[in-house]
């Protein structure tokens, strides 16, 4: 039966492609349902293919607070943690009860950002908020969000060798920014961000990690690299940094001629650009120009052809996820034709799009969404294109 429906779920993509053209050469295939569950608050995915085939996507879960009595749901959650789901048919279905991937035992986890190494391991980065009481967060710089008092305390790295059935971590991955001076209840703060490593055809990885800056602007990108699967870090240059408008959540590809590229958020409202910084001496020195369009944040894939699929989330009217297919070397991001591939989003809560190959011709687009700005929950979705 089950391999039945799955002929079916085939068949209505094979059918729907011919209705639904977003742009020359780009199909919409079908939408499909990830993960959604009215008890949990289920946010920030990230997916790889694994060797065997299967694709694993991982994803920020935490208790449906409105439930309980909220006002409404945050994404700073003592009880949030990263949770993992599977497909073995293409993205057409998932497992539906998720793997608990990691809780950190110090408070809430956040974002988890998968990386698929080499050498067959999983790569996971996030980072933590710990709750604290007043005398502490007036000591770390704390933030304040609704009767609760939070520090942030960075990034930690957990590690998987055999294909994300079990973890290892919370690993520190250091703090070697020269800049950084911050610290935490855990000690200093720790490397951190929201958004894809890439390992480079020598087998560095990449890694765009925020830092405040000192500046009116608040924040700032900088690379740090590994040249030991993600064991240990060390920095290598400033990306981008403005002063007067925050860059962080940032995505860093390797192009086919070894440019380093990183598709950077901005935090430039209401404008909301996005940045690109280009590196064609291995990362010692970027350049920074704004894209021209929004996005909220960005993700590169790689496509087949050596092109790159550049989606993002949109959080201005109408919501949803858009994207654009830039030429190898992702020089014509200005002039690359941008396509809808939803704008039926309930509000602004929703984006963070991040993409996989599921085979030669077609690609899986998964990110977080709702259909109810404050009072729903939030699932994972995705949607499964086919591109010429």
């Known amino acids: 039966m089950r391999f039945f429906l799955q002929f079916l779920l085939i068949l209505f993509s094979v059918v729907a492609m011919h209705a639904l053209q977003l742009a020359p050469g780009v199909n919409k295939l079908t939408d499909v349902e990830i993960y959604n569950d009215s008890a949990y608050f289920s946010a920030f995915p990230s997916v790889v ?15 449906n607070r ?21 497909s073995s048919d293409g993205g057409l279905t998932w497992s539906q009860e998720p793997q608990l991937m990691f809780a950190h035992p110090y408070g809430g986890s956040q974002d988890p950002c ?31 969000y609704g ?9 930690f790295v957990i590690r998987s060798s055999d294909g994300g059935t079990t973890w290892q971590g919370p690993i520190n991955p250091g703090s070697p920014i020269p800049t950084e001076t911050r610290s935490t209840m855990l000690g200093k703060l720790p490397l951190y961000n929201r958004g894809a490593l890439f390992q480079g055809r020598d087998g560095t990885i990449h890694w765009a990690v925020a830092c405040e800056n ?28 403005l002063d007067s408008i925050g860059l962080n959540e940032t995505s860093i590809y390797e192009t086919p001629k070894g440019d ?37 944040p960005f ?36 002039t690359a034709q941008e396509f809808i591939i939803r704008d039926d989003g309930g509000g ?41």
């Not at 077609?362 to 994972?380: A, D």
Request: aromatic share 12%; net charge neutral; with cysteine.
């Open 147 to 155: 009767d609760d008092h939070w520090t942030f305390a960075g990034g």
């Open 49 to 63: 293919r694994l060797d065997n085939g299967d694709l694993y996507l991982a994803f920020r879960r935490a208790p």
């Open 214 to 241: 000192g500046l009116k602007s608040g924040s700032s990108v900088y690379l740090v690299q590994s040249r030991e699967n993600g064991h240990t870090w060390q920095y290598r240059s400033v990306i981008a940094q």
């Open 114 to 144: 998968l990386l698929a190494l080499n050498n067959g391991e999983l790569l996971c980065t996030s980072y933590l908020w710990i709750q604290v009481g007043p005398r502490l967060y007036d000591q770390y710089e704390g933030r304040f």
């Open 299 to 334: 993700h590169a894939l790689r496509l087949p052809d050596n092109r790159v699929l550049l989606t993002y989330g949109y959080r201005h009217a109408p919501y949803g996820i858009r994207a654009r297919i830039l030429n190898a070397e992702c020089t014509d991001y200005a």
């Open 66 to 86: 409105i439930m309980m009595g909220a006002e409404r749901n945050r994404h700073v959650d003592a009880n949030s943690y990263l949770v993992s789901v599977r």
């Open 348 to 388: 602004t809560d929703l984006g963070y799009p991040w993409a996989v190959m599921i085979d030669e011709h077609r690609v899986l687009v998964t990110y977080y969404f709702n259909y109810e700005q404050l009072r729903g929950t939030r699932q994972i979705l995705g949607t499964i294109l086919e591109i010429e």
């Open 260 to 296: 380093l590229v990183a598709f950077i958020r901005s935090l430039d409202y209401p404008t909301d650009q996005g940045y690109i910084a280009r590196s064609s001496d291995g990362g010692a020195t970027f350049t920074l120009q704004g894209m021209g369009f929004k996005g909220h």
